[in-house]
């Protein structure tokens, strides 16, 4: 007898003999066919991309958008990133995008000497290595296409290349800057360790299906280092969920927003700031009237936004020091100014430490953090934006401008080396090089010459009408997923 009779004809080592077989046989013909198949089948009908994101999905809108497009025009997705924020409902709702969440490795407290940081360094890229390895060349299935953000480079683009030449994928690399140059923010563009995170970043970036770039300035480069690949510009443009808000949505946004409660909550005399009793007809900017009309409050603040990584690449004291002159040159008649400053980062605490030093009477400074769907309403419904961002290299734009553009909002910006490619001066928004400027330029919209701001608004919204994320990257991109 070949084991214990279970019943009738069948044993306990005859089952367990057939159970290795189905594993066995079984488990390879699934392979093959949901697998190592890279085309459609019968079985696998939609080809699969790998977007992969080395941050924070949650605030990383340009490969969310890049997932979410793929899905929608015939892709299974896996999205690979850290999951610090929720992700948006476009994303966990969606039945062909599967995120997959990387884990944080342990970093080296803050203030800590310098040397420490590059010393522990090459621990915490092989704990990332070993991760994305993991999840790209083990778990997933085997992918027709890899999309990979960079920067960060390290160990992003090496683990890419390795796992794209043995899954046979197709590599596309969405060049937003350089990591190199990043790293030199903090340790200077002629440390050793820069020069050859650039060496490195050629030799890692240099061979791609496609590189993808968000300026002519960043292609211009990328073409010199003499990159093989198909070379795309393909600009950061605004979701068509991003747009002006009616004054009815405006009025329906705020009530549930409650921006009026973080205010009170985070600076004082709040309630004579705002001016109101907060009720169920009068929102921070807006009262609906007996008829159900809603119009704007004659007293209402005006709303500007400002959204941050709050890294040093944006130095938000030019804003701090804009808004003193504000309160020491506006006469009594102009309007108060409140400012919403969004997004989560290593220098939040800095600087609202000084904020919360600050004298303001006229002008209130508020952080916020809003969940994905919030973003665009806030923007929406405001005033003006300003944005702070100055590259690293000189060669990458801040996609912030490009959402406050798709909601008809005009932007103050900083200036810097290839900013005109976003940003024209005096058609959809003001730029600006120091903190005196930017105190002019409120002066200017808010209480000079007010009819200007609307100029600008209305250039704004005619000019992305129809420059949609959607409408760009089927004109564009489709052709890259010929399968899809």
């Not at 990383?60 to 990133?81: E, K, N």
């Not at 100029?455 to 420059?467: D, F, G």
Request: glycine share 6%.
């Amino acid at each position: 007898m070949l084991g214990l009779e279970l019943s009738g004809n069948f044993s306990v080592s005859g089952l367990l003999l057939a159970i290795l077989c189905f594993y066995l046989i079984g488990g390879r013909l699934i392979r093959i066919y949901l697998f190592e198949n890279t085309g459609r089948s019968v079985m696998r009908p939609r080809p699969v991309v790998q977007v992969v994101v080395v941050g924070d999905i949650g605030r990383s809108p340009r490969m969310r958008y890049h997932a979410v497009s793929l899905a929608d025009s015939g892709c299974t997705v896996d999205l690979i990133g850290y999951v610090e924020t929720p992700v948006g409902s476009r994303i966990s709702a969606h039945r062909y995008i599967r995120v997959r969440p990387l884990k944080q490795a342990w970093s080296v407290p803050k203030g800590l000497p310098k040397p420490l940081y590059l010393i522990w360094a090459p621990f915490k890229a092989l704990f990332l290595s070993i991760q994305l390895w993991w999840l790209m060349g083990c778990v997933t299935q085997f992918p027709d296409f890899i999309f990979v953000q960079n920067p960060p480079s390290i160990p992003t683009l090496a683990v890419a290349r390795l796992v794209s030449f043995l899954r046979q994928a197709w590599l596309i690399i969405d060049w937003h800057n350089f990591g190199y140059s990043i790293l030199g923010v903090t340790l200077g563009m002629n440390h050793p360790v820069v020069r050859w995170a650039k060496r490195y970043e050629k030799f890692f970036g240099n061979k791609a299906y496609a590189h993808l770039t968000v300026t002519t300035r960043l292609r211009k480069e990328l073409e010199e280092w003499n990159v093989q690949g198909k070379m795309i510009t393909f600009r950061d443009r605004p979701q068509s969920h991003f747009k002006r808000l009616s004054l009815p949505e405006v009025h329906e946004f705020l009530q549930n927003c409650h921006i009026e409660d973080v205010v009170k909550k985070q600076t004082l005399d709040a309630d004579k700031f705002l001016g109101y009793d907060n009720n169920a007809v009068t929102t921070l900017l807006t009262r609906k009237e007996t008829n159900d009309t809603v119009i704007y409050r004659s007293d209402r603040p005006r709303l500007i936004v400002s959204s941050t990584s709050w890294t040093e690449d944006e130095d938000f004291s030019l804003l701090l020091k804009a808004v003193e002159h504000y309160e020491q040159e506006a006469p009594i008649e102009a309007p108060r100014l409140l400012f919403v400053i969004t997004g989560k980062g290593p220098l939040k605490d800095h600087y609202e430490k000084m904020i919360s030093r600050m004298q303001l009477k006229r002008t209130r400074i508020i952080t916020m953090w809003l969940e994905a769907y919030q973003y665009p309403l806030l923007l929406g419904s405001a005033d003006l934006g300003i944005s702070l961002h100055t590259s690293s290299s000189g060669m990458d734009l801040p996609m912030k401008v490009v959402d406050m553009f798709g909601c008809g909002l005009p932007v103050c910006a900083v200036n810097f080396e290839c900013l005109d490619e976003l940003v024209v001066n005096n058609k959809n928004g003001l730029v600006f090089d120091t903190d005196d400027q930017l105190a002019a330029q409120l002066l200017d919209l808010f209480v000079t010459h007010p009819e200007r701001l609307e100029t600008l608004r209305a250039n704004v919204l005619s000019e992305y009408a129809s420059l949609t994320w959607e409408n760009q990257w089927k004109d564009i991109l489709m052709e890259l997923f010929p399968a899809a």
